[in-house]
């Protein structure tokens, strides 16, 4: 990363999003790399939740505290055995609904794979029913305790 500050990057990211319709990340970081800034994709990823931008209509923008803590739309959980659930939402919610998920540290889930509107969620069936996991999972993230507002400030 050279010898730029974090402040220093982050501004560079909102000038670049504000001035440039960037579409993913690889372009993104190719743009960042123009400007002699080299990071790692998970980096930027994390980056760029940290900052509160997120793709929305298939471009990448900031996006305010009162849309961040919006709602998510709605979801669907669905059974795959042996070991898998998936999750189906809208165009561009997967990701932050698998971090979201990530953070409720439910039993038996070992981990979270997101794209755009599909998120596999592996399953430890040795230590809960896949079933009852996923009923237990569609109940947690319906919780008003749960909600969005809820695990951002916690």
């Known amino acids: 990363m050279g010898l730029r500050h974090s402040r220093e990057v982050d501004a560079l990211i909102e000038d670049l999003l504000d001035k440039e319709e960037i579409v993913d990340q690889k372009a993104l970081l190719a743009r960042l790399a123009e400007h002699d800034v080299h990071i790692a994709q998970p980096t930027l990823s994390r980056r760029l939740d940290r900052m509160g931008i997120r793709k929305i209509h298939g471009r990448y923008r900031k996006v305010s505290l009162e849309e961040r803590n919006a709602a998510f739309p709605p979801f669907r959980v669905q059974s795959c055995p042996p070991n898998l659930l998936l999750v189906r939402t809208d165009a561009g919610f997967a990701q932050p609904l698998a971090l979201r998920i990530d953070r409720l540290a439910i039993e038996g889930l070992l981990g979270t794979v997101a794209g755009d509107d599909t998120i596999l969620i592996a399953v430890d069936v ?3 029913d896949l079933a009852e996991c996923g009923a237990r999972l ?16 916690g």
């Open 126 to 128: 040795s230590v809960v």
């Open 138 to 153: 569609k109940r947690e993230l319906e919780s008003p305790a749960n909600s969005p507002r809820k695990i951002a400030s």
